[in-house]
Every structure is written in structure tokens, then in C-alpha cells.
């Protein structure tokens, strides 16, 4: 077991890069970054002292470890994940009680997700933690005197920028007004209209699901909206049934409910709604579309049609 800064730090970079790699609306996603998380504490609090890392014990059998002390008979122990975030915050101005509370809530999620049946990620998704999980690794990244790329990655670290830029505070306030203002008009419509215009709601969105958009439910008014926005990150292709599905990472920065006409227009305006979080694009493609082939079959019945013209000449 190493309580050093560079193994562990090197570990959440490689727990981020598998977290990275899967889908946004898997449960392994939020496993994976809970993981890498708390690793990268874990590398902070070993930049001060590796000492910190072990649990604390009369005879300081584990603290021995630390100071390349300990007895073989003895095995190592570390401080808990909720020791480790709480030191964080002791040491670290720049790891905030925002931080702190948006890390032990990942962790234990994880918690639930390791040490009981229930389905913990499944049931909290990115748009409910993502953006808290960016500003806990910024803070770690900052005590670790570590840009946030070379912690996560350059296209992850540009996503979480453009998340956390924004002042929060300001924009919540103006999405929430926002809300309230397209509900009240809605609301104050016939029923009738409200009915018809739920209707062609959902007929667009299942139209614009077609065309790579999202459907999410509108805060304001309940209607079918979809969300749009920009592809990062590798793709993930999975052949399946003879057909080649293709997955990205979608980055979201639009939104329109086409029933009460809310539009929102940046990641942190989406994610002040509740309706912000990375998701995933799929896309199906037969191999001979997606690898630029042509039909074997259509080759075959263009050359028995162009035969028998031959012969009939």
C-alpha cells in the first residue's frame, strides 16, 4: 500500500480516465469519478504528510507505516473516505463546505452502490452531482498546485470549465425567474390550448430525438422539451445484432419546450433548471453506412439486371 503523493494521484488519474470513457447515463460513471475522487484527497492530503493517511491508533502501529516504520506483522490502515474529505477541508481554504458536502454525497453513493443492492447511480444522475463533482476536483487540484487538465484531461477540464465559470448564484436566480414567468402564462391559458400544446410537444420532440436532440421534461410547464450541444470526448462503438451502435458524450448548452416556449441557452442556465449534466448521444448504423461500404446484396442485383440487359441485346 503507498500513502505517496505520485502513485496516488497518478491512480485517480487513471480511475478518471475509466470514468471518462463510459457512457454519461451509465452507473459505472459516477463509480468511476466517486473513485478517482477520493483518491485525489488522498494525493492532497499525502502532499502535506503521508502520515495523514493512516489511521490513528494508541501505539501508532499504522502511523510507523507512514514514516517507513511499521512491522510486517502488522498491515496498514487508512483514515476513512470521510476523514480523508474532512481534512480536506481543515487544510485546504480552497476546498470549500460546498465541496466537502458535494464529495461525501459521491461517496456515499458509492457507499451504497459497493455495500448494498440498491442501484445508487442508476438513481442519481450526472445533472444532480456532475458540476459539484468539477468543483471538488478544481479545489483538489489547486491544493495539489496541479492544473485541473492534468488532473482529468484537456476536453474534460474544458467541459468543467465552462460549467463552473459562470457565477451560479446570478444565474439560478435569473433561470428560476425565467421559470416562473413561462409557468404563469401557460398555466393562465385555456385548458384546451394547454392540452393542444403539450400535444405538439411531444410530437416535436420525439421528431428532434430523430435528429441527435434530447428530450427532458420543461421545468416551467411539464411539455416534452429537448436539449442540444456539443460532442466530445472518444466514441464508443458496439457491434450488436449485425448493426455497429455508436456512442458520444454530449456536452449540453440549449434548451426549447416548444409548449411554453422557455429557451435556455448556456450549460450553466441548463444546469441552474435542473436540467443540465452531460448525457449521451446513440446512434445505429448498419456497418455498411457506418464503414462506407457498399451493399454486397444491391452490388449482386445491379449486376444480374445489367446481365440480362446484355443478353437480351
Not at 428530450?215 to 462503438?237: L, M
Amino acid at each position: 500500500m503507498s500513502w505517496e503523493r505520485e502513485p496516488l494521484l497518478q491512480k485517480a488519474r487513471l480511475f478518471f480516465e475509466r470514468a471518462f470513457a463510459e457512457s454519461r447515463d451509465e452507473p459505472t460513471f459516477g463509480l468511476w469519478c466517486s473513485l478517482g475522487l477520493e483518491l485525489l484527497g488522498r494525493a492532497a492530503l499525502a502532499s502535506v504528510s503521508p502520515t495523514l493517511l493512516a489511521e490513528p491508533a494508541n501505539d501508532h502501529r499504522f502511523l510507523l507505516h507512514a514514516l517507513g516504520r511499521g512491522s510486517e506483522r502488522t498491515p496498514r490502515k487508512s483514515i476513512s473516505t470521510a476523514q480523508v474529505f474532512s481534512l480536506c477541508s481543515m487544510l485546504f481554504p480552497c476546498f470549500t463546505e460546498e465541496d466537502l458536502k458535494a464529495a461525501m454525497a459521491l461517496a456515499n453513493r458509492r457507499n451504497d452502490e459497493l455495500h448494498s443492492g440498491a442501484a445508487a447511480f442508476a438513481e442519481y444522475q450526472p445533472r444532480q452531482w456532475l458540476t459539484g463533482f468539477y468543483r471538488a476536483c478544481r479545489a483538489l487540484a489547486e491544493a495539489l498546485e496541479e492544473d485541473l487538465a492534468a488532473v482529468i484531461g484537456n476536453e474534460e477540464a474544458e467541459a468543467a470549465a465552462e460549467a463552473l465559470n459562470a457565477n451560479r448564484a446570478d444565474v439560478r436566480q435569473k433561470v428560476q425567474g425565467q421559470i416562473a414567468a413561462h409557468r404563469k402564462v401557460f398555466e393562465a391559458k385555456p385548458s384546451e390550448q394547454r392540452e393542444e400544446a403539450i400535444k405538439r410537444a411531444k410530437e416535436e420532440g420525439d421528431r428532434l430525438a430523430f435528429e441527435r436532440h434530447h428530450r427532458v421534461e420543461c421545468p416551467a410547464c411539464g411539455s416534452t422539451a429537448t436539449i442540444s450541444g456539443t460532442a466530445f470526448g472518444k466514441e464508443s462503438v458496439e457491434h450488436a445484432d449485425g448493426e455497429i451502435i455508436v456512442r458520444q458524450s454530449v456536452s449540453p448548452n440549449s434548451f426549447h419546450c416548444p409548449a411554453c416556449d422557455l429557451r435556455l441557452e448556456s450549460y450553466a442556465e441548463l444546469d441552474a433548471a435542473g436540467v443540465g449534466g452531460h448525457y449521451t448521444r446513440t446512434a445505429t448504423y448498419s456497418p455498411e453506412d457506418y464503414y462506407g461500404l457498399a451493399d454486397p446484396e444491391s452490388i449482386i442485383a445491379d449486376y444480374l439486371a445489367n446481365q440480362r440487359e446484355y443478353d437480351n441485346e
